[in-house]
Structures are given as C-alpha cells and as structure tokens.
C-alpha cells in the first residue's frame, strides 16, 4: 500500500489525527528516547522485563516523534500498532526486518505487562536494548536527513 492511500485508510480508520508538524516537540521526544535507552541499559543488571519494557519504550517515542514530524499522531485504542505500521509504511523493505523486531517487541512487551509468568531472560533484554538503540539511531539519521537545516541537540 502507498504512503497516501496508507495515510487515508487509517484516517477513515480514525487511527490517525492530524497534527501540526513540530521539530522542536519531536526533538523533545527523540531526546526522551534517548534517555528511555540509558534507563533501560542501567536497570539491565536489575530487572531485564523492565529493561526489556524501557527500550520498547524508547522505539515506540522515536516511532511518535517521525510519525509528528510527518504530521500525524495515533490516537484510539491500537496506538503502539497503529506507531509500528505508521513505521513499517515509511520505512518500507529497506528497513524490513528491524520494524518487525519493532513489532516482536511490541507484542513482547504487551504480554510482560500484562500477563503473569513472563519471563524475559538477560540476553533477550540486552537483544531487545541494541535493536532499540539501532531503531532510534535510524530515526535520528532520517530526521536529520529530511531535514538538513535544522541543528538537533541530539
């Protein structure tokens, strides 16, 4: 499916508002996501759910901070689906495989928080915390990219 009739469909849907773009909110929360990636490194040793659940976290914020750049936020009650498909439609086979890792994730951590007995091993955690820096490492080149006259802090 194209960008637009991407874009269209999950209007109707009403899974997407529009926004008013803003570089200066979406460096905040590209900002968030980098710290959501030190807070996860850190509980590592602690807790790998935790750490597990935090570098998801930190895909999911770099996912909202392109999907404002580009105009658009998800609302209703598929919001952390709705910012993986936004993803995969933009990133397309390109990036494939790291935007499904994005969605492992997503169902992974759905189920750590929301089930008993599920255990999330240390490699699996430190796995999930490198496809999570990768994925919001990606996220800045290609903010910085479209938009090359912009100097972000991060």
């Given amino acids: 499916m194209g960008y637009e009739s991407f874009i ?15 570089l200066s909110s979406a460096e905040k929360i ?3 996501s980098e710290k959501d990636l030190k807070t996860a490194r850190l509980n590592l040793s602690i807790d790998e759910g935790i750490a597990y659940a935090v570098a998801y976290l930190a895909m999911l ?9 580009k105009g658009f936020r998800p609302i209703d009650g598929f919001q952390h689906k709705t910012v993986v ?3 995969a439609n933009c990133l397309k086979v390109e990036y494939k495989n790291i935007v499904e890792r994005f ?12 089930e008993i007995d599920i255990v999330i091993s240390h490699t699996e955690a430190e796995r999930a915390l490198n496809v999570a820096k990768e994925f919001v490492d ?6 910085k990219k479209e938009n090359p006259q912009t100097h972000f802090k991060f």
Wanted: aromatic residues 10%; charged residues 35%.
């Fill in 8 to 22: 269209e469909e999950y209007l109707s849907r009403n899974l997407l508002k529009r926004q008013k773009a803003s």
């Fill in 138 to 143: 990606l996220i800045k080149s290609i903010i």
């Fill in 61 to 69: 914020r770099a996912g909202r901070a392109y999907m404002l750049l």
């Fill in 103 to 114: 969605d492992r994730m997503r169902r992974k951590r759905n189920t750590f928080t929301y």
């Fill in 30 to 32: 590209i900002l968030r």
């Fill in 85 to 87: 498909e936004f993803m």
